[in-house]
């Protein structure tokens, strides 16, 4: 058997295509801000690939590059403008930030109704009390691609492995909001090989290359690979042994290709999101709301 590969980059560019038609329809341009500080090179690739797919939904975008030397008080009084824009439905901070800055202090400066990558506490508080809320990109992709995939979640055995503030955990609460019963496992679980076998849904996000074996995977589950790491000859590669899981599994994300694509859509939707919200669009022209809960 040979699973079903799950293609990430269609997806996401039917949820892209979807994003652009619907702020049209709404005759909303949402407005994102990209804040840059610094000269770290993947950062600048990651900030570059955000900027080029919100120009290309039509929407208003731009990138703040601040200097490597800049303070926390500097950047602080810049996110203050930003909120204070009505122009702005949008603010991104790329991560990582140089210097002595305190990344806790700056996404907490974030207006919430604004915090489009979802990490301000009071944004994580909602997600976690099952609320309506501003959702971090990558796992709400994931969310969309077992939606495309018509994977069933209500009832299923969903494994999430990894347990990062922007990953492991906010997968954890979007899958126990969909009605999955949810298994967080991390470096700490005892036979994480066990409890990978009992699910039907296995969704790593790890940070370790191949440490999902082919043997953990149940015949016929559903494997979402969210790393994006490296391998000894520099190529890239996810936290799944694929060659050796696509043989189990009943669906698979390929790296690249999988998660990946996913992140910025999402980026779009969560701006879309923040727009139709705080500019009061009649419900009337918004989509219905399971595409915008958690
Ligand atoms: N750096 C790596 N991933 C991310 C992300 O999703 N958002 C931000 N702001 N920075 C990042």
Redesign the pocket.
């Known amino acids: 058997m040979s699973a079903r590969i799950i293609d990430g980059r269609a997806v996401a560019a039917a949820l892209r295509a979807e994003v652009a038609a619907r702020a049209a329809a709404t005759g909303c341009t949402p407005g994102l801000v990209v804040v840059l500080v610094g000269d770290d090179p993947a950062?600048a690739v990651?900030v570059r690939n955000k900027d080029r797919a919100a120009r290309e939904a039509g929407f208003a975008v731009r990138t703040v590059r601040l200097p490597a030397t800049t303070g926390e008080a500097a950047l602080l009084g810049t996110i203050a403008a930003l909120n204070a824009d009505p122009a702005v439905d949008g603010i991104?901070?790329?991560?990582?930030l140089p210097g002595a800055i305190r990344t806790g202090a700056v996404i907490e400066a974030i207006d919430p109704a604004k915090d489009v990558?979802g990490?301000h506490p009071l944004n994580v508080g909602r997600l976690a009390r099952g609320e309506a809320a501003l959702v971090?990109?990558?796992p709400r992709g994931v969310m969309r691609l077992l939606a495309a995939s018509e994977v069933a979640l209500r009832g299923a055995r969903a494994l999430v492995l990894g347990r990062s503030a922007?990953g492991g955990r906010p997968l954890a609460a979007l899958l126990t909001a969909a009605d999955a019963t949810v298994t967080l496992a991390h470096s700490q679980s005892r036979d994480l090989p066990a409890e990978c076998r009992r699910a039907e849904i296995v969704i790593a996000a790890t940070g370790r290359a191949g440490m999902v074996r082919g043997d953990w995977i149940a015949p016929g589950a559903v494997v979402i690979d969210v790393g994006i790491n490296r391998d000894a000859e520099g190529r890239l590669c996810g936290d799944v042994a694929y060659a050796e899981c696509v043989g189990h599994a009943g669906a698979i994300t390929p790296v690249p290709g999988g998660v990946g694509p996913m992140?910025i859509a999402c980026l779009l939707e969560n701006t879309l999101v923040a727009a139709i919200a705080r500019r009061g669009v009649q419900k009337s022209e918004q989509r219905p709301a399971r595409s915008q809960s958690p």
């Open positions: 950062s990651y991104l901070v790329q991560l990582p990558d990490f971090p990109c990558t922007i992140t």
